[in-house]
């Protein structure tokens, strides 16, 4: 079967317990970890920034972190997040004055790089640096919290960009953040995701085990879909 990556989203994670509720959702199946940093300026909230990366690996987390930079500007958290180690740095091209410069830095600090696109960004973004990418986010809400509703728009955007891919012989993986659950990730799959981030959608149930067992089925489902 090809490969699905889920990446739960620790901003919904409980935070008093960080790295054991972390432990708990990797033990459960859980491929990734994705790490939403925001700075109360790109986007109206806080969260984290490498100091806590730093300590998820010295308590022996050692999934790919995949830091999603909501941040303006980005550059010069970047050194610092892959020395915390962090494995994919993505960015919003609105964020940053100069995309290729700062796709350079990330690949430059060890890391593998991505853009990512609000539901309203145009993707001709992608037009010249698509090679440089090893990951494409598309925002299924707009960014700054969790638990919000999926906009439907994006399965035609996901299409688009599946397509884009295909028509590069490259490996890019294309993820899709933000209101992701067990009823509609089939159809998101189905739409050419390959990466979920799920968020609220997985640390709001009390069961790790049994909801990512459910969402495997429902890739499976979509998987067995694609194929007939
Ligand atoms: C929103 C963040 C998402 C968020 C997803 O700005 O980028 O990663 O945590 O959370 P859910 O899955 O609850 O929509
Ligand atoms: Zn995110």
């Not at 020395?83 to 993505?90: L, P, Q, R, S, V």
Request: glycine share 6%; proline share 5%; net charge neutral.
């Amino acid at each position: 079967m090809k490969n699905f990556f889920l990446a739960p989203s620790i901003l919904s994670a409980n935070f008093s317990c960080l790295g054991e509720d972390i432990k708990k959702v990797i033990k459960a199946g859980g491929d990734w970890i994705h790490f939403d940093v925001m700075d109360n300026h790109y986007v109206p909230n806080l969260t984290m920034g490498p100091m806590i990366l730093k300590s998820l690996r010295d308590y022996n987390i050692t999934v790919p972190i995949d830091v999603h930079l909501m941040t303006k500007p980005v550059d010069n958290l970047i050194p610092q997040f892959a020395e915390a180690g962090a494995n994919f740095i993505t960015f919003h091209p609105e964020s940053t004055n100069h995309i290729d410069r700062t796709l350079n830095l990330i690949k430059d600090n060890g890391c593998k790089a991505g853009l990512v696109f609000n539901p309203a960004t145009p993707l001709n973004f992608l037009d010249y640096v698509i090679e440089k990418l090893d990951l494409i986010v598309l925002m299924s809400v707009n960014p700054g919290f969790g638990n919000q509703q999926f906009l439907p728009s994006t399965l035609s955007k996901l299409r688009k960009v599946r397509k884009l891919i295909e028509a590069t012989s490259l490996d890019i993986l294309l993820e899709v953040d933000g209101g992701v659950k067990l009823e509609n990730i089939a159809e998101i799959a189905f739409s050419g995701a390959n990466v979920f981030v799920i968020g609220s959608g997985l640390f709001n149930y009390s069961n790790y085990d049994i909801i990512v067992q459910k969402i495997r089925q429902e890739l499976k489902y979509a998987y067995l879909k694609s194929v007939h």
